[in-house]
Nanobody, 122 residues
């Protein structure tokens, strides 16, 4: 059984920081690209960031570039999302997801977590 468990969400004031974690089990972690996505109320799920197998390649949505940093620790089967300079528009449920082999469109990701709520107050 594959599990992706997000943690680290919460309520923060605009300009603040949060660090999300996603602990993964049940798969060969180092063979999966990993991504973070988010979904705000009334909106579709959107891509936030992704990272390659060993963490050498990262890619970000324009809306978070320069503020968010994705990383992974293959020894701990965990990915992270460091979020700085948070804005009210970053408020959403954040999901981590895994896709085998290489990057693919979101609907082709193999596994998803249950999400963690991030709320940024103005």
């Amino acid at each position: 059984q594959v599990y992706l468990v997000e943690s680290g969400g919460g309520l923060v004031q605009a300009g603040g920081s949060l660090r999300l974690s996603c602990a993964v089990s049940g798969l060969t972690f180092s063979t999966y690209y990993m991504g973070w996505f988010r979904q705000a109320p009334g909106n579709e799920r959107e891509f936030v960031a992704r990272i390659s197998w060993r963490g050498s390649t990262t890619y970000y949505a324009d809306s978070v570039k320069g503020r968010f940093t994705i990383s992974r620790d293959n020894a701990k089967n965990t990915i992270y999302l460091q979020m700085n300079s948070l804005k009210p528009e970053d408020t959403a449920v954040y999901y981590c997801a895994a896709v085998w082999g290489t990057t693919k469109p979101p609907d082709q990701y193999n596994y998803w977590g249950q999400g963690t709520q991030v709320t940024v107050s103005s």
